[in-house]
């Protein structure tokens, strides 16, 4: 795009769940670079350091400098920051690398097979969490801090994800882009994620048995 607009005023009346959707695609910066930096480790992708930079940056600005309240304009300022740096991220490395990894899979993946599907951003977020702790990520203990404070976890408990819906998806998100190297295509790492979602306290409560509403 030539520019982007954003109109705070407007966006300060939207519904609850698109600031959570777009902190949720947000937080997926931690595990995308992670994918991202482990694929060029091993010879499947180029890397681009400044993008990289770029995209952690924008982590900090949402980490660092908003309040907790979702409502609050500081917080909604930087969100929407994040976001373009993010984008400008992906468009600096020629690749979705910087912002899409193991957990955007996951949800292209329940985009596949849900009966209805939760906004990008919820499944994503959720997916974030899960795949933090797949990686032993460095930073899943902000993940958890940042998604239990600003209400995003008790928000999707609301309207859990479908459990049977999350681990068909996670058995079938390696094959959402062949030869797309991330945590996913580890070996035992479905084993270990159903694992997860069977026991983590947090996941319990968002992704449950049997259940599966729109949020509109």
Known sequence: PFGVVLDLDIIKNSPKVFFYSGLGDM?????????WNKAFKKGYERYNDFASLLAYNSLDLLFLKHSTDIEAPEFQRSLCTSLLMSGIAMEVAGTSRPASGSEHLISHALDKISARPAMHGIQVGVATYLCAMLQDNPQTAGVREILLNTGFFAFV???PLDKDEFIEALRIAP?????YYTILSEPGSFERAVELVDKDPILQTIIQKNFSQPYF
Do not use: C, Q
């Open 157 to 159: 408990r609301t309207k």
């Open 27 to 35: 937080i997926s910066k931690v595990t995308a670079l992670w994918d």
């Open 175 to 179: 094959s959402i882009k062949p030869g």
